[in-house]
């Protein structure tokens, strides 16, 4: 399976700012998939980013507040901006394994908004 | 009605014992089920994976499907303390994964 690399792996930010997170896969992939999990809870799918094109948001997630960048088919960075406390969570990338072998994680984000 | 469903636990089973985790799942059309387990602190760690109906074992673990009733199940034989986890149920649905909220698991010496 894909090995992910993503960082910060944490970080405590004042409120109002924005915070980039970052994932690098050592291969190429086609879609990258970016997570929420918020304390105590499951995760839940932000949005689906392909290269070459527009992120796909789920529902409850807008593109002003997570923008999300995919310049080619091993990065991607997803921006938190505008944070508030509520935005506390850990933020996880993902990628599609080979042959549909389910999804890999990175190691995950575990942001503080203060 | 949520997409996964997962009794959140926790499930407390000895060590040695069989742990029997369970999920149902709502889109009819779904083809792939995964059991993934979580230490606390870290990111999901696949362990299962199944597509077809019936048991898939792999080791001390079983995953169990059954497409007519929507339901996916894991056992998990000979209890180790190292099982003790969230262990969460995901399911595909028009071409992304969705999670259950997981289930709690922890074996007692």
């Known amino acids: 399976s894909a090995v992910i690399s993503q960082k910060p792996s944490r970080d405590i930010c004042q409120r109002g700012t924005s915070l980039t997170i970052q994932c690098q896969v050592d291969s190429q992939v086609t879609m990258m998939f970016w997570y929420r999990q918020q304390p105590g809870q499951s995760l839940t799918l932000i949005a689906t980013a392909n290269q070459g094109s527009e992120a796909t948001y789920e529902s409850g997630f807008v593109i002003d507040k997570f923008p999300i960048s995919r310049p080619n088919l091993t990065f991607s960075t997803l921006t938190v901006s505008n944070m508030s406390p509520e935005d506390s969570s850990i933020y996880l990338c993902s990628v599609e394994g080979h042959a549909n072998y389910g999804y890999t994680f990175g190691s995950g984000t575990r942001l503080t908004v203060v | 009605q949520k997409e996964v469903e997962q009794n959140s636990g926790p499930l407390s089973v000895p060590e040695g014992a069989i742990a029997s985790l369970n999920c149902t799942y709502s889109?009819?059309?779904?083809?792939?089920f995964f059991w993934y387990r979580q230490y606390s602190g870290k990111s999901p760690e696949l362990i299962m994976f199944i597509y077809s109906n019936g048991d898939k074992e792999d080791g001390r673990f079983t995953a169990q499907l059954n497409k007519a009733s929507q339901y996916v199940s894991l056992l998990i034989r000979d209890s180790q303390p190292s099982d003790s986890a969230t262990y969460l149920c995901a399911v595909d649905s028009a071409s992304k994964i969705i999670f259950g909220s997981g289930t709690r698991l922890s074996i007692r010496p």
């Open positions: 889109d009819r059309g779904s083809q792939s």
